[in-house]
């Protein structure tokens, strides 16, 4: 089997589970998971686990539930989100700007960067909508297991030649 290919994420949250993340995936290795990731929040400075799991399993489709011991729990897609930079914005920093490589928009620069979840007033419009964009293209990829160019080409295919450009 492919290292890569056929490998999809899935979510499922279970509140119940007293096992560490190792344990759970001995509990589900049969299933051709991979790997298991548990979320988790920052609360006063300290990182607390959450009851949501990521598992990457080597399947085609996915399944509806997983089973770990006696629990039949229910799984949904992994959507990641689009690539953002969160640096701190300041005056000096917005006078230094470099472009921002790693970004998932290119042309995105340090000034129009966002500060604890708040858009600057700068990008707000232009960013919006290609990460609204960007978000599309990754459902659309995970839905139809298929790549980047073709996720891009079907968005491309069904919005049709943009004409009202002002």
Known sequence: SHPTYNN????????SIP????????????????????????SDGKSVPTNSYVVTMQVVKIPEYIYIGMKRIKTRVYYPRPMHCYTKI???TAKMAKPANHCAISSVHTTSKMHKLRWS???FRYQLSKYKQEEQLIKLKLDHNGSYCEAKQMMDSSSGPNTSKR
């Open 121 to 123: 007033t700068q990008c």
């Open 8 to 15: 999809l994420n899935i979510v499922f949250t279970c509140g």
């Open 19 to 42: 096992l560490t993340v190792d344990e759970i995936k001995a509990h589900i290795e049969e299933d051709n998971v991979t790997d298991v990731y548990r979320f988790t929040r920052k």
């Open 90 to 92: 300041t005056k000096i």
